[in-house]
């Protein structure tokens, strides 16, 4: 079993994903919608916004017009579209958020601490959280009868409220629930670099025992990358690769070394 995680940002293409995606076997696609989100928000005149976490992590502010945005981009235009794109080369695809049968389920964050402008603040009133259970149950039920899962947000809190959160440790929650043998994260970079401005800097593999000592490489988004491959293996999943999207042939060219590997 792998998961794969196709990112939602500018530059990403599915074609050669879906291509490689209609002969594997055992698989499970959770993917992003981050620069779709990102051009609603303008069209609509409710600009993204992002904050940064004490912890150092950046994340998208979510309020209640941003989740009915995720609705409209992430839940409805894209995953419709990869599912349509799967049906027609002949995959059984099923497009799920995590909202559906409570596949993906999650405390509300009470409040967010981030720094802004050199200072500590708190946020409140944000519809995001963490997923904290997968409905192993519904997916194995797809799985063993012919069916492709297709993920994305948002996920459904305790309390029944739909929630934001990020795309990478979805697929790591999933990942470690299916006791997945790999997670491929793909993106539109090759992998983790030492200089993110200069691809010829690519960590080609990375042992478990050392991922702490890597993630000072891991700039912006690859940060949430490289906490959700943690959390995948840290949940017993065998290996973790990083790999461009726009590769042919993305996933096997990722878990054979064009990317970063992580085992």
């Given at each position: 079993?792998?998961?794969?995680?196709?990112?939602?940002?500018?530059?990403?293409?599915?074609?050669?994903?879906?291509?490689?995606?209609?002969?594997?076997?055992?698989?499970?696609?959770?993917?992003?919608?981050?620069?779709?989100?990102?051009?609603?928000?303008?069209?609509?005149?409710?600009?993204?916004?992002?904050?940064?976490?004490?912890?150092?992590?950046?994340?998208?502010?979510?309020?209640?017009?941003?989740?009915?945005?995720?609705?409209?981009?992430?839940?409805?235009?894209?995953?419709?579209?990869?599912?349509?794109?799967?049906?027609?080369?002949?995959?059984?695809?099923?497009?799920?958020?995590?909202?559906?049968?409570?596949?993906?389920?999650?405390?509300?964050?009470?409040?967010?601490?981030?720094?802004?402008?050199?200072?500590?603040?708190?946020?409140?009133?944000?519809?995001?959280?963490?997923?904290?259970?997968?409905?192993?149950?519904?997916?194995?039920?797809?799985?063993?009868?012919?069916?492709?899962?297709?993920?994305?947000?948002?996920?459904?809190?305790?309390?029944?409220?739909?929630?934001?959160?990020?795309?990478?440790?979805?697929?790591?929650?999933?990942?470690g629930a299916l006791k997945a043998?790999?997670?491929?994260?793909?993106?539109?970079?090759?992998?983790?670099?030492?200089?993110?401005?200069?691809?010829?800097?690519?960590?080609k593999s990375i042992p478990r025992?050392?991922?702490?000592?890597?993630?000072?490489?891991?700039?912006?988004?690859?940060?949430?990358?490289?906490?959700?491959?943690?959390?995948?293996?840290?949940?017993?999943?065998?290996?973790?690769?990083?790999?461009?999207?726009?590769?042919?042939?993305?996933?096997?060219?990722?878990?054979?070394?064009?990317?970063?590997?992580?085992?």
């Amino acid at each position: 079993m792998i998961v794969i995680k196709l990112g939602g940002g500018k530059g990403i293409e599915s074609e050669t994903l879906l291509e490689e995606l209609k002969v594997m076997k055992d698989w499970v696609l959770v993917h992003g919608a981050s620069n779709e989100m990102n051009e609603l928000s303008e069209k609509l005149g409710h600009p993204a916004r992002f904050v940064e976490s004490v912890s150092g992590y950046t994340s998208r502010v979510t309020d209640r017009k941003t989740i009915e945005m995720i609705a409209m981009t992430a839940a409805g235009k894209i995953n419709v579209g990869l599912v349509e794109k799967l049906q027609a080369l002949g995959v059984n695809a099923v497009g799920l958020c995590g909202v559906d049968g409570r596949l993906l389920e999650g405390k509300r964050k009470d409040a967010i601490k981030i720094v802004e402008d050199g200072k500590k603040k708190v946020l409140r009133d944000d519809y995001t959280g963490t997923v904290e259970k997968v409905n192993t149950h519904l997916l194995n039920l797809l799985l063993t009868n012919g069916y492709s899962p297709v993920i994305t947000i948002p996920i459904i809190s305790t309390e029944g409220e739909a929630l934001n959160t990020d795309g990478d440790r979805i697929a790591a929650a999933v990942a470690g629930a299916l006791k997945a043998d790999a997670l491929v994260i793909l993106s539109n970079v090759d992998g983790l670099l030492e200089d993110p401005d200069k691809p010829s800097t690519r960590i080609k593999s990375i042992p478990r025992a050392e991922l702490d000592k890597f993630t000072r490489f891991a700039k912006d988004r690859m940060k949430k990358k490289m906490l959700g491959a943690n959390e995948a293996l840290e949940s017993g999943v065998g290996k973790v690769a990083f790999g461009n999207a726009n590769n042919p042939m993305p996933v096997t060219a990722a878990l054979s070394g064009s990317g970063t590997v992580i085992s």
